[in-house]
C-alpha cells in the first residue's frame, strides 16, 4: 500500500478547517492530516516545519491571504503542492492562483472524493480545477492575454508545435477532463495521455496543465 498523502489544512475558520478534517479523514488514510493553520503566515511556517505534500488553503483571510502564502510555500519548497479551497469564483482570483503555482482549485462544497481526489492528482503532478470554474478559468486567461497586448490570437505562433493527438488531449484537458477522462474518451491509456502531457508541456514552455491551458489559448491552439 503507498504511503498516505500528508495534508495541511490552513483556514482561518476552525469549523471549516474541522469539517475539512473530518471530509479527509473519511479516505481510509489515502490522505493523513499533520496540521493546521489559522493563517497565511502560520501556513507558510507550518509548511516549512511540517514539509507535507499537500496543503489545502484557503483564499480569503486577514493579513497575508491564500495566494500569497502559496506563493512563498512554492517558492520554499517545490515539491509541496497546494489546492486553493474558496467560495470565490472571480475570474481574477483563479488567475491568480495559477500564477501563484497551484495544483487545484475547488469550491468549499467539494465532496470529502473531490477533496481526496485533487489531492491524489496534485502529487501524480496533475492539476485540478472544480467544474464549475474552468469556464472562469478559461475566460479570465483570453482576457488577461487580451489585456496583456495580444488580442485573439494575434501574438502567437503561426503554425502550432503540437501534433493533432495533443491537440485533441489538451483541447480535453481545457474543458476540464482528467487524466482518465481523455484516456476513456480517446480509447488509449492513462499512462499515454501522461506521456503526451509531458511532450505537450515540454513543446510549450509549460510547467503544469494550467499554464499549458494558458499559453494554448493565448496562442489559439485551443478554444
Same mark, same amino acid.
Given at each position: ?7 495541511? !489544512?490552513? =483556514?482561518?475558520?476552525?469549523? #471549516?478547517?474541522? /469539517?475539512?478534517? *473530518?471530509?479527509?479523514?473519511?479516505? @481510509? ?10 493563517? /497565511?503566515?502560520? +501556513?507558510? =511556517? ?6 507535507? =505534500? ?12 491564500? $495566494?500569497?502564502?502559496?506563493?512563498? $510555500? ?8 497546494? $489546492?486553493?479551497? *474558496? ?6 482570483? &483563479?488567475?491568480?492562483? $495559477?500564477? +501563484? %503555482? ?10 470529502? @472524493?473531490?477533496?481526496? =481526489? ?15 470554474? #474552468? ?11 487580451? /489585456?496583456? %497586448?495580444?488580442?485573439?490570437? %494575434? ?13 485533441? !488531449? ?8 482528467? #487524466?482518465?477522462?481523455?484516456?476513456? +474518451? ?13 511532450? &505537450?508541456?515540454?513543446?510549450? /514552455? ?12 493565448? #496562442?489559439?491552439?485551443?478554444?
Amino acid at each position: 500500500m503507498p504511503s498516505p498523502i500528508r495534508a495541511l !489544512i490552513v =483556514d482561518d475558520h476552525p469549523v #471549516t478547517r474541522e /469539517g475539512l478534517r *473530518t471530509a479527509l479523514e473519511l479516505s @481510509d488514510d489515502v490522505v493523513v492530516v499533520v496540521g493546521e493553520a489559522a493563517s /497565511g503566515q502560520e +501556513a507558510v =511556517d507550518r509548511a516549512r516545519e511540517l514539509s507535507p =505534500d499537500v496543503v489545502f488553503m484557503d483564499v480569503r483571510m486577514p493579513g497575508m491571504d491564500g $495566494i500569497e502564502a502559496t506563493r512563498r $510555500i512554492r517558492q520554499a519548497s517545490p515539491e509541496t503542492k497546494v $489546492i486553493l479551497i *474558496t467560495v470565490d469564483e472571480s475570474r481574477g482570483a &483563479i488567475s491568480d492562483a $495559477i500564477k +501563484a %503555482g497551484v495544483s487545484g482549485y475547488l469550491l468549499k462544497d467539494a465532496s470529502a @472524493d473531490a477533496l481526496v =481526489d485533487a489531492a491524489k492528482n496534485a502529487v501524480e503532478g496533475n492539476a485540478v480545477i472544480h467544474p464549475q470554474l #474552468t469556464k472562469t478559468f478559461i475566460e479570465e486567461v483570453r482576457m488577461a492575454e487580451g /489585456g496583456a %497586448g495580444g488580442s485573439g490570437g %494575434g501574438g502567437g505562433p503561426s503554425t502550432t508545435p503540437l501534433s493533432k493527438r495533443e491537440r485533441e !488531449i489538451l483541447q480535453k484537458v481545457a474543458d476540464g477532463s482528467t #487524466t482518465k477522462l481523455v484516456a476513456s +474518451a480517446l480509447g488509449i491509456s492513462p499512462h499515454t495521455v501522461k506521456t503526451h502531457l509531458e511532450r &505537450i508541456f515540454e513543446k510549450l /514552455g509549460a510547467n503544469d496543465r494550467a499554464q499549458a491551458v494558458a499559453i494554448a489559448i493565448r #496562442t489559439g491552439i485551443v478554444h
